[in-house]
């Protein structure tokens, strides 16, 4: 059986393991460095919401791997499936195993269409679509193109998920499409969500309840979806009545946008690397593995609760790095993430409602003189132009980018199913 050793291995190359690979090669490039990862392409997730809604492209999205990974990483295109913090190593799929000084882990979610009944069979097609997968997000903007008029269901499962915010952007733009080509009284809009709040920063959920009144979408909470008929186009959810009995309500759609349940990948969840619940166990502080202390986590991998987004790797990145170099040196480890994590609300096809929260639901803007509950259009331009450009540029690159925030207000907790 087949070995290597690297001094820093990384395990997932998305957002949070390239990210933290070209950063730490950008500031020494002696360093051995070795990132697992299976796919040649890699996605801007973010703009997912804007294909769905007919404003971006898929192309626009994707660039190869190979593109953006440090030409001296050694990138190694495999699956990892078995991890032995004992004896600092890890074997992959193909038996390869790898042995490290230092372990990064940051595979991402996986995402769990298997658990909606029917629905792997019909996604893509009579109707239902879902902006997580890149195999289909280009589907739900043709169903909201040609929508004239019916029944359109956007779903939300139970926390924790990428982006808390992303099932409602996907809904609003196509609110707002629909209002643009004259279709908005022919068809009604539902919103089923498994928890029992639009969002859960409170601060914010006051002001996109009033998005909702404008669009005159229906709500219904505690409605968690469980099965999909694509052919006769039922949804079918679970609720509970007043005394805690489980009932089913079945809906018929003309279009249904599926945000699947989520959780950590299936070898994390088996691994000594994962708390009780599945995620990887770090301190929500210096990201550092709590019983491993070789071992970092970051991105939407770990048990750390805040909101799952991209902007918050780009202030877990640059900690990982310095705490690996820290640990190097023989220097304390730093206490340096807050929680923070960013969700541009897509509230309507010219605007944004730029979200910044930390943990414990403090209210974090990068710009505290705006107010942040405020629908702008200079952070549409933001969404669509400004901070794709700073991912691909500046974040995935290794370059360091800090804008402060500013806790400004403290409201309820974030992501409490964790």
């Known amino acids: ?19 933290t690979a070209n950063t730490i090669i950008r500031q020494d490039q002696s360093i051995d460095i070795a990132l697992v990862e299976p796919s040649e392409k890699h996605y801007y997730q973010p703009g997912f919401t804007l294909i ?23 990138w190694i295109k495999d699956y990892a499936d078995t991890f032995f913090p004992e004896k600092n190593q890890v074997t992959l799929r193909s038996g390869l195993i790898i042995s490290y000084d230092y372990l990064v882990v940051c595979p991402g979610l996986q995402l769990d269409f298997h658990k909606i009944e029917g629905l792997q069979e019909t996604l893509g097609k009579n109707g239902v679509c879902s902006n997580y997968s890149a195999d289909v997000v280009e589907y739900t903007w043709e169903v909201i193109r040609d929508m004239k008029m019916g029944t359109a269901l956007f779903t939300q499962p139970y926390m924790p998920i990428k982006c808390a915010g992303a099932p409602q952007k996907a809904m609003y733009l196509a609110a707002d499409n629909f209002r643009k080509k004259g279709r908005a009284s022919k068809i009604n809009i539902e919103f089923f969500n498994a928890g029992g709040e639009i969002f859960s920063v409170p601060f914010f959920a006051e002001a996109l309840n009033e998005v909702i009144n404008k669009y005159h979408i229906k709500t219904n909470f505690n409605c968690n979806l469980i099965a999909i008929d694509g052919k006769d186009r039922k949804a079918i959810f679970e609720t509970t009545d007043i005394d805690g009995k489980k009932l089913s309500i079945t809906k018929n759609f003309d279009m249904i946008h599926v945000t699947p349940p989520q959780s950590a990948p299936d070898f994390i969840k088996k691994s000594p690397l994962s708390n009780d619940s ?12 709590n019983k491993y202390a070789n071992v ?26 310095d705490n690996i170099f820290n640990l190097m040196n023989k220097r304390q480890i730093v206490k340096g993430y807050d929680g923070y994590g960013s969700c541009p609300l897509t509230t309507s096809l010219k605007a944004v409602m730029l979200a910044e929260f930390s943990y414990e639901g403090q209210v974090t803007p990068s710009f505290p003189f705006l107010d942040p509950r405020k629908n702008r259009n200079i952070w549409w331009l933001g969404k669509i132009i400004g901070f794709p450009w700073l991912y691909w540029n500046v974040m995935i690159r290794g370059y360091r980018i800090d804008i ?9 907790l974030i992501n409490k199913h964790l």
């Open 52 to 74: 769905g809604g007919g404003v971006y492209t898929l192309k626009k999205a994707t660039k190869e791997q190979a593109d953006i990974i440090h030409h001296s990483i050694n």
């Open 1 to 19: 059986m087949s070995t290597q050793h690297h001094t820093v291995l990384i395990i997932g190359g998305g957002a949070a393991g390239v990210t």
């Open 404 to 412: 402060p925030h500013k806790a400004k207000y403290v409201t309820g």
């Open 278 to 289: 599945g995620w990887v166990d770090v301190s929500k502080y210096t990201l550092q593995h």
């Open 296 to 321: 970092f986590g970051l991105g939407d991998v770990t048990s750390t609760p805040n909101a799952k987004t991209a902007a918050a790797v780009r202030k877990q990145a640059p900690l990982v790095v």
